[in-house]
C-alpha cells in the first residue's frame, strides 16, 4: 500500500527525492524555533490554500476536468464551517464543524458534478458553468448583508463577512500559533502522500487514462463518469478543506474570498507550477503564495496583475508549467549523462528554491 | 448585473404616476401585459447584449473569451471618458465600440492566434489578460470614474411608466441579432466565415484567409462585447471590475445556447430572460440570478448540446 507513493504518476521518485524531502520536512519541522511567532502565522496562512492548489491538480491535471470553481466549494465549506461553528457552540465541536464542512463541499462538488458530468459538459462548458456558479455564490453571499439572512444564530453579513467563530478547538487549547502550524504540516503530509498512492493506485491510473481518452477508457470497460464524479468531489473536498481552514485561521470569512479575482488564483498557482504533478504543484503554489503575500504588502493590484501575467507566460511559453518544465529539463540532462549512479533528483532543484524561502 | 440596478432609472420595477387615469379594464389589462413585457424585454437585452460577441467569438473558433467582461468595460469607460470631454452620448457609444473592436483585433494577433488548437489554454491566456487589465485600471485609472446619467425621458402606459432608454436598449439588441443575421446569411464574408466555422482547412484550400477571418470574427466579438458596455455605460457605476456583473449571464446564455451560435443564442436568451423575469416579479433579484443557474444546470444535462441541437436536428 504504501510502496503506491512512488509510481508513474508522479515525478520524484528516487531515492535522491525523498532524501530532499525528508530534508525539507526536518526544515519545516525546526522552523518554528528560529522563526518569530507573527512569521509562524504567516507561513500557516499559506499552507492553508495548499490544499485547494493539491484538489484542483488532482481535478484539472490527473482528471483532465478544467474546474474553475474551487473557490465555490472554499467558500462553501468556509462559511460552513463558521455556521457549524457557532451553531453547535466552539469548544471541541469545532473538529466536528471542519470535518461536516469537507463533507458538505465534496457533497455539493458531487450534486453539481453530477449534473454536468452526466450531462457530458467538458472542456471549456466544465470551466465556465463551475465559474458561474462561483460568481453567483460570491454574488449572493454579496447580497445578505440584512439581519433576516442568518442560520440559526449565525449572520452572513454579506459583504462585511461573516465572523464571531471560534477557531479549531481540542478541549480548552486553541489550535492557533505553532500548534496551527504544525497541524498543517502534518495535514499537508497526509494529504500529499494520501493523493500520490490515490493516483499511483489503480483508480489514478483510470483517471489519468480518462484524461488522456475518455471514449478509451469507456471502451475498455470504466464507467468514466463516476471516475470523474470521484475526482472532482475529492479535489473539491481539498478545496473545502481549505476554506474551512481558512475561515478557523481568521475567525472570518467574507465573499471576496469566493468571486473574481480570488477564483482566478487557484487556476494561476496549479498551471504555472504544472498541473499533471502534484509535487511540482506543492512546491510552485507555495513559492507563488509566498511571492504574492510579498508584494501585496506594497500593492494587491499589482500583485494580481502580476498573476495575471504569469498565468499568461504560462500558457504562452511553459503549458506544462513552469516548475514541472524545470523538472523535466533538470532530469533529463542528468539522465543523458554516462554514469547513472550519480543521477541527481530532477525535483531537488525546485525544493531547494523552496528551502531557500 | 448588480451594479446596474443601483443606480439608474428603475429597472424590473415601476413607478406608480400620481395622476392616476381612470381606464377600462381592457386598457389595465393592457397596461399589466406591457409591464411584463417590458420586464421581458429588459432581460431579454441584457442578455443578448452581453452575450452575443461571446458567442461569435466561440461559435467561430471554439475559444471562449475569458477577457470578455473586460472588453464591456473597455467600451463603458471609453463612451463615458469621451461624453465626459463633450462628445454626445450615441456617437460616444459608437466610437467605444469600434474601439473595443480594433484592440480585439490586436488581442487576436498577439494572443489568442496561438491558441486555436488549444482551446483550454485560451481560456486560460484570456483569463490572464482580464486580470492583468481589471486591476491594471484599478491600479492606473482608480476604483471609479465619475459617470454619465442615464438619459431622461418616459413614457406612459396606463398606470405605469417607463424608461425610455430601456426601450432603445431592446431595440439594440434586436438590432445586433438581425445585424449577426444579415452579416453571416447575407454578406460574403458571412459564407466565408460560415465555411471556416465548418471546415477550417477545407475552407483555407478553398482559398480564404482563415486567419483573417478569425481576426475579423474577434474583432467584431469584442466590438459587440463594447457596444454592451457602452449602451450600459450610462445605467451603472463604473467600477474597473464590473465587466464580472455581466459575464454569468453571458456565460450562461452561450453554454446553453449551445454550438451554432447563429440559431442557439437568441432562444437562449428567450428562455433564460422568461425564467428571470418570472422569478424576478416574484422573488426579486438574487432568487432571479440563483434560479437561472439553477435552470441552467438543469437544461445541459436534459439538451447537454444545447438549444441549437434542437434547431439544427428540426431543420434536416
Known amino acids: 500500500m504504501l510502496s503506491l507513493v512512488n509510481g508513474s504518476q508522479t515525478i520524484g521518485n528516487s531515492r535522491g527525492f525523498w532524501l530532499a524531502f525528508l530534508a525539507v520536512l526536518a526544515l519545516a519541522l525546526i522552523y518554528p524555533i528560529f522563526a518569530d511567532s507573527y512569521d509562524v502565522g504567516n507561513f500557516s496562512y499559506f499552507l492553508i490554500w495548499i490544499f485547494m492548489a493539491l484538489g484542483l491538480s488532482l481535478i484539472w491535471g490527473y482528471g483532465g476536468m478544467l474546474s474553475f470553481g474551487q473557490t465555490f466549494f472554499f467558500g462553501i465549506a468556509g462559511y460552513s464551517y463558521g455556521v457549524l461553528a457557532i451553531i453547535m457552540g466552539g469548544g471541541s465541536m469545532t473538529i466536528l464543524a471542519l470535518v461536516l464542512s469537507v463533507l458538505i463541499a465534496a457533497l455539493a462538488a458531487a450534486v453539481l458534478g453530477y449534473f454536468m458530468i452526466w450531462g457530458r459538459i467538458g472542456g471549456v462548458f466544465f470551466g465556465i458553468v463551475t465559474l458561474a456558479a462561483t460568481l453567483s455564490l460570491a454574488f449572493f453571499l454579496g447580497q445578505t448583508a440584512g439581519p433576516e439572512w442568518h442560520i440559526g444564530g449565525a449572520r452572513l453579513n454579506g459583504f462585511n463577512g461573516m465572523k464571531g467563530m471560534d477557531p479549531l478547538t481540542v478541549g480548552d487549547i486553541y489550535i492557533e500559533g505553532t500548534l496551527l502550524y504544525y497541524v498543517m504540516i502534518a495535514l499537508i503530509l497526509i494529504v500529499y502522500l494520501g493523493l500520490r498512492m490515490l493516483v499511483n493506485s489503480s483508480i489514478g491510473n483510470v483517471i489519468v487514462a480518462m484524461r488522456e481518452d475518455p471514449q478509451r477508457a469507456e471502451m475498455l470497460g470504466y464507467d468514466v463518469r463516476k ?113 547513472p549512479k550519480k543521477k541527481r533528483d530532477p525535483d531537488r532543484d525546485a525544493h531547494s528554491q523552496m528551502r531557500r524561502s | 448585473m448588480v451594479t446596474a440596478r443601483r443606480t439608474g432609472a428603475p429597472r424590473g420595477q415601476w413607478v406608480q404616476r400620481a395622476s392616476c387615469i381612470r381606464l377600462r379594464p381592457e386598457g389595465l389589462v393592457f397596461a399589466e401585459l406591457f409591464s411584463r413585457f417590458y420586464q421581458f424585454a429588459d432581460v431579454f437585452s441584457f442578455l443578448i447584449l452581453a452575450s452575443a460577441g461571446l458567442a461569435i467569438v466561440f461559435g467561430m473558433m471554439g475559444v471562449i473569451n475569458m477577457a470578455h467582461g473586460e472588453f464591456i468595460m473597455c467600451g463603458a469607460y471609453v463612451t463615458v471618458g469621451l461624453v465626459n470631454l463633450g462628445v454626445p452620448l450615441p456617437l460616444a457609444q459608437i466610437m467605444a465600440a469600434i474601439m473595443a473592436g480594433v484592440i480585439g483585433v490586436v488581442v487576436e494577433v498577439l494572443i489568442v492566434r496561438r491558441f486555436y488548437r488549444r482551446p483550454l489554454d485560451s481560456l486560460l491566456a484570456t483569463w490572464g489578460l482580464s486580470l492583468i487589465v481589471t486591476q491594471g485600471t484599478l491600479l492606473i485609472v482608480g476604483s471609479s470614474i465619475r459617470g454619465i446619467g442615464t438619459p431622461e425621458g418616459s413614457f406612459a402606459v396606463g398606470y405605469y411608466t417607463f424608461s425610455t432608454y430601456r426601450m432603445i436598449l431592446f431595440a439594440c439588441a434586436l438590432a445586433v441579432l438581425s445585424g449577426i443575421y444579415i452579416l453571416f446569411m447575407r454578406t460574403r464574408f458571412g459564407v466565408i466565415a460560415r465555411a471556416t466555422m465548418q471546415n477550417a482547412g477545407m475552407a483555407q484550400a478553398l482559398g480564404a484567409r482563415t486567419g483573417r477571418i478569425y481576426a475579423v470574427s474577434f474583432g467584431i466579438g469584442a466590438g459587440l462585447a463594447g457596444l454592451c458596455g457602452a449602451l450600459y455605460a450610462p445605467t451603472m457605476t463604473l467600477i474597473p471590475t464590473m465587466g464580472a456583473t455581466f459575464i454569468v449571464e453571458s456565460f450562461v446564455t452561450v453554454v446553453i445556447g449551445g454550438a451554432n451560435v447563429l440559431l442557439g443564442t437568441a432562444p437562449a436568451a428567450v428562455f433564460l430572460g422568461l425564467v428571470r423575469m418570472t422569478l424576478n416579479a416574484g422573488y426579486g433579484q438574487i432568487i432571479g440570478q440563483i434560479g437561472m443557474l439553477f435552470a441552467v444546470i438543469l437544461i445541459i444535462r436534459i439538451l447537454p448540446e444545447g438549444f441549437s441541437s434542437i434547431l439544427v436536428r428540426r431543420g434536416r
Not at chain 1, 481558512?246 to 465573499?255: K, N
Not at chain 1, 498551471?271 to 507555495?286: E, N, P, W, Y
Not at chain 1, 504560462?314 to 503549458?319: A, D, G, R
Not at chain 1, 524545470?326 to 554514469?339: D, F, G
Open chain 1, 227 to 339: 471516475y470523474q464524479l470521484l475526482t472532482f468531489a475529492v479535489g473539491s473536498g481539498l478545496a473545502g478543506l481549505s476554506g474551512a481552514l481558512y475561515t478557523s485561521w481568521g475567525q472570518f470569512i467574507t465573499p471576496s474570498s469566493i468571486g473574481l479575482p480570488a477564483a482566478a488564483m487557484p487556476i494561476v498557482w496549479v498551471a504555472f507550477s504544472g498541473r499533471s504533478d502534484l509535487t511540482a504543484t506543492l512546491i510552485g503554489s507555495f513559492l507563488l503564495l509566498f511571492g504574492f503575500q510579498t508584494i501585496t504588502i506594497y500593492s494587491q493590484q499589482a500583485a494580481l496583475v502580476l498573476m495575471g501575467g504569469l498565468l499568461l507566460a504560462t500558457v504562452m511559453v511553459m503549458p506544462q508549467g513552469f516548475i514541472f518544465g524545470i523538472a523535466q529539463l533538470v532530469s533529463s540532462r542528468w539522465k543523458r549523462r554516462p554514469r
